[in-house]
């Protein structure tokens, strides 16, 4: 519906019929554990450990759940993730995957440095998982470091959210973020110390990384960031900005 309004598809009959469906979904619930309740009914779990956390599409690939929007939510799904590693799931192949991810938006750095060893142990050659080719197994681990590297669904683009343990210095080019920009960063010894970004599309932008000092514009001046640690600013398509550690 989101989509229909950006295209201006509206009154359209299946964007009706889409409108009175959301309506009638059951809200989102917290059980008796404190975790996101998975079905209707507050049901025990007879297999905690099982690798499926659909109830989560809403942290990711979706972004509904977040802590600004829904922060009693997000602290339930957290929760929910953490009650299938307890009980030893979410390990290797396409749930290690789909958990290297949700850690990543949930900030977990621990849980994102162990579904690294996890998943890699469970790959073989051209990263194949073993046995048997298991496309999302793979596509998703990728999709994970990029979470761990460059996010911006929560309306700004954050540099570096989730990094994992030992990844004490790296450095990346040319990841894209919503909006329309390609971005850039490079640290050493734990910090951040040089980022770019390049406007593809003219639109406003908002950035937030740690020790970000400000943005320096194309004519020299600097934006500070506000009182939340971030930077807003409008930007020209083909511009590029360069971040101050």
């Known amino acids: 519906l989101n989509g229909a309004q950006i295209l201006g598809v509206e009154g359209d009959a299946l964007n009706e019929a889409l409108g009175a469906a959301l309506e009638r979904l059951a809200p989102y619930r917290i059980g008796r ?59 290797m192949h396409w749930p290690g995957s789909w958990a290297l991810c949700l850690a990543a938006r949930f900030h977990d750095r621990t849980l994102c440095t162990r579904q690294l060893a996890s998943v890699t142990g469970g790959l073989s050659a051209n990263l194949l998982v073993r046995g048997f080719i298991q496309i999302d197994a793979i596509f998703g681990f990728a999709a994970g470091i990029g979470e761990m590297l460059l996010q911006s669904h929560n309306g700004y683009i954050e540099f570096l959210p989730t990094p994992a343990y030992g990844w004490r210095s790296g450095s990346f080019s040319g990841m894209r973020a919503r909006g329309g920009f390609e971005c850039g960063l490079s640290w050493k010894d734990d910090k951040l110390n040089k980022g770019r970004i390049t406007s593809l599309r003219g639109q406003p932008c908002r ?27 409008d930007t020209e398509a083909g511009a590029t900005y360069e971040l101050i550690f």
């Open 207 to 233: 950035i937030k990384a740690q020790g970000l000092l400000g943005v320096k514009m194309p004519d020299g001046s600097v934006v500070r960031p506000g009182g939340d640690g971030i930077v807003s600013f």
């Open 33 to 91: 554990t404190g975790a996101l309740q998975e079905w209707q009914a507050d049901y025990e779990e007879c297999t905690p450990g099982m690798g499926h956390v659909s109830h989560l599409y809403s942290v990711y690939p979706a972004s509904i759940i977040n802590e600004r929007d829904y922060p009693d939510e997000y602290r339930a799904a957290y929760l929910s993730l953490q009650r299938r590693v307890a009980h030893a799931g979410m390990t």
